[in-house]
């Protein structure tokens, strides 16, 4: 059934056509829980973007006034199941069946986005080769820790993850949680947190000269949520003189498997423990009745400490001006700051009426404090982040038109592990079609598949200038585009002599020492060479940094020895001389991890002294901490304050420009091309300057978020989208 027709909106030019997004939840709006308030919050913030929205429900709304956020806005349409013809008025879509209503509703006018939420449907979603590639799947309730995941079930979350193009995590721990435990989720994670409807921050907070402080608990009874305990407190307030009263908001008591009897405890303590129970409330009345205390109740468990959600209620408290009293925890400081005055410490009674006591009168300071911190939880707020995450993975036809044909382009490689960008790129496009050719190894060549694909493919792509170079320059046809990416040691390869130079319409280097170079070499001076640098993604690199980051190094990869892990240990041991809190994080794999290098003795000998020196100063073996390769570089620079790249010869080095996206400071040592790929601003001359800079800037505040900033401005040079325009200026 239809509630809502969409009524015309306008094209966005940039795109040529209208962005169309279709939208479920496995949630049964007829109860009211946080799942259902999400829905209908991202629908309403979804129709805040330049998106026409359609929102499959899963089961038959018989409530009245709940969709009423949603149903009268014109660009959002709303479907309800059809009777299945059973004696239920609200037949409800098992997982399964949910993904397939959603691949018909697709399939009769395609959606350019497809939101789901549940872990079941999602799977089904990502199965579906109709849907996956546009499937964004918001994840809550992936066990933690990561030895709770089944290796079968972290099977299904890999290839589901991998499957689709984009993961909503709540919170950015529980961002940094999901691409620690999935790689497949790195580079694709965004963060979507709890919303807050935009009238709420128009209550003005309360103004009272009442001695009594009002007290409200809004939300769910449950034995981890305190609630029981809420209802002593009337009587322990009495107790200890304070004048106070206890409101509290709900009638929905969570069954408890490990203690049988707290629901019936639950509601014998709310009937007669002195608490004034208002029982369920729909959510708009239950906030203006919140807005009328003085303090809000989200007193959990210290058990729910390690959660990576954040209540919504807490926020929505804090918007209309109502101090929350709360767990300390990383994530409320993160929001409301070390210092605020309603946390606790510990989850028993006299702690709680300690805070309150010790609070006396809530003055409208604080009120206003609270409501400052969470405004960029707002409907509206986070609409706009939604449309920035959007326009980020779409294709830009303003500078290219689509075709009027499809592009067929194959992508082959050994290794593509630079070739992420290029990839995306062509993928958000409907005018290319891609293909790869997955070559085992960079010798070894699955021939048959190579002239399978050189039959179908317009333009070829040999990222690297390898074997597979050689290959398709002595096999392509005079009408196919032929296009190869050299990056450093291809150089040194002994099959650069058999490319067939004449058949490569670019090559493309990644910077301009390196196009010098190539044309330095013989047979490769007339090539035509063009220079489009590595890239970066700044919406997924971007991150607050973590406390303390300043005095954290970062390097990442130090083999082969030319990437002189011995300057960076040369810099920690001069900053430790002036502040013990310097420490260097080296990530990646380790020298012996390469046989081919860790097998040259000179190599070898030099890798042995570095950690020698590094075993032999106290000091450094505390400072040094070796992290393994892995995938989730956004998490990981949370932490780094510096990004180091101390090698003596690079081709362009992406380590650093990933730190300058973070918001790190990067810190480059001389080396040939190092000043026209990233200017001279952060280069040092040797290590000893650099202990110079680091410190200058880690004991100044003021000036290291001044090189942040800069650095991160800097990096938009290396931006993807920017880099996918040099791209596609090939290509098409």
């Not at 030019?13 to 939208?23: A, T, V």
């Amino acid at each position: 059934m239809l509630l809502n027709q969409k009524t015309e909106t306008a094209i966005d030019p940039l795109r040529g056509h209208e962005r169309r997004i279709l939208l479920y939840g496995d949630v049964n709006l007829n109860i009211i829980d946080g799942s259902a308030i999400w829905l209908v919050s991202m629908a309403e913030a979804l129709a805040a973007t330049n998106s026409q929205v359609t929102l499959l429900l899963k089961a038959r709304v018989t409530r009245d006034g709940f969709l009423g956020r949603i149903e009268e806005l014109p660009n959002v349409e709303i479907i309800q199941p059809e009777h299945d013809g059973s004696e239920s008025d609200a037949p409800e879509f098992a997982p399964r069946a949910a993904a397939q209503r959603l691949a018909e509703i697709d399939r009769a006018n395609p959606y350019d986005i497809v939101i789901c939420r549940g872990s079941k449907v999602c799977a089904h979603v990502a199965n579906s080769v109709q849907l996956n590639h546009k499937s964004w799947i918001y994840m809550t309730d992936i066990p933690h820790p990561i030895e709770k995941i089944g290796a079968a079930r972290l099977n299904k979350l890999r290839t589901g993850i991998g499957a689709c193009q984009r993961v909503f995590a709540q919170t950015r721990d529980a961002q940094s949680y999901i691409e620690a435990a999935i790689p497949e989720a790195c580079g694709k994670t965004l963060v979507l947190n709890p919303m807050v409807p935009d009238e709420y921050y128009a209550f003005m907070p309360r103004e009272s000269d009442e001695e009594i402080t009002r007290i409200v608990y809004s939300g769910k009874f449950a034995k981890e949520w305190r609630t029981l305990e809420m209802c002593g407190l009337p009587a322990a307030l009495i107790d200890a003189g304070i004048s106070a009263t206890v409101t509290m908001i709900g009638d929905k008591f969570q069954h408890d498997p490990a203690h049988k009897h707290w629901a019936a405890h639950m509601e014998t303590a709310i009937h007669n423990g002195g608490v004034d129970w208002r029982g369920g409330m729909p959510r708009d009345e239950a906030a203006r009745t919140v807005a009328e205390h003085d303090i809000s109740l989200s007193w959990r468990s210290r058990k729910m400490d390690d959660s990576f959600e954040i209540s919504t209620k807490v926020l929505e408290s804090a918007a209309m001006g109502v101090p929350p009293l709360i767990n300390r925890t990383a994530a409320h400081e993160a929001i409301f700051g070390a210092d605020y005055p309603l946390f606790l410490d510990d989850d028993d009674t006299d702690l709680v009426l300690k805070v309150i006591e010790s609070l006396g009168t809530v003055k409208q300071e604080l009120r206003y404090r609270v409501r400052e911190a969470v405004t960029s939880f707002s409907i509206s707020a986070s609409a706009q982040r939604l449309e920035s995450y959007f326009r980020a993975a779409e294709a830009d036809y303003s500078l290219f038109p689509r075709g009027k044909r499809k592009t067929r382009v194959v992508l082959a490689s050994h290794d593509f592990k630079f070739a992420g960008e290029l990839v995306t790129a062509l993928s958000a496009r409907d005018d290319i079609e891609l293909k790869f050719d997955r070559w085992p190894t960079l010798h070894t060549h699955q021939e048959a598949q190579s002239r399978e694909l050189l039959e179908w493919a317009d333009v070829i792509i040999c990222e690297w200038a390898g074997p597979n170079a050689v290959w398709y320059s002595q096999n392509k046809r005079r009408r196919q585009k032929l296009i190869v990416r050299l990056h450093m040691f291809e150089l040194r390869g002994p099959w650069l002599p058999n490319i067939d130079v004449a058949e490569i319409d670019t090559l493309v280097c990644v910077s301009e020492l390196y196009e010098e170079r190539v044309r330095a070499t013989p047979g490769w001076e007339e090539a035509n060479i063009r220079v489009i640098p590595n890239a970066v993604e700044g919406i997924d690199l971007f991150r607050p940094k973590l406390s303390g980051s300043e005095f954290r190094l970062g390097i990442v990869g130090i083999v082969p020895v030319r990437k002189r892990l011995d300057r960076a240990v040369d810099l920690l041991a001069g900053l430790l001389e002036k502040d013990e809190r310097y420490t260097l994080h080296v990530r990646g794999r380790m020298p012996w991890e390469y046989s081919y290098e860790w097998n040259k003795p000179t190599q070898q000998m030099a890798y042995r002294q570095i950690f020698a020196d590094i075993g032999a100063d106290e000091r450094l073996r505390k400072a040094v901490v070796f992290e393994p390769f892995g995938a989730d570089m956004g998490s990981w620079m949370r932490k780094i304050g510096f990004m180091l790249s101390p090698s003596s010869d690079e081709s362009f080095h992406l380590a650093p420009a990933e730190g300058m996206a973070s918001g790190s400071v990067p810190v480059f040592w001389p080396r040939p091309g190092v000043e026209g790929i990233f200017g001279s601003r952060w280069k040092v001359s040797d290590s000893a300057a650099g202990v110079d800079f680091v410190h200058g800037l880690a004991s100044n505040p003021a000036l290291f978020e001044a090189e942040a900033t800069a650095a991160r401005s800097y990096s938009a040079k290396f931006e993807a989208s920017t880099v996918a325009a040099s791209w596609l200026e090939e290509i098409l």
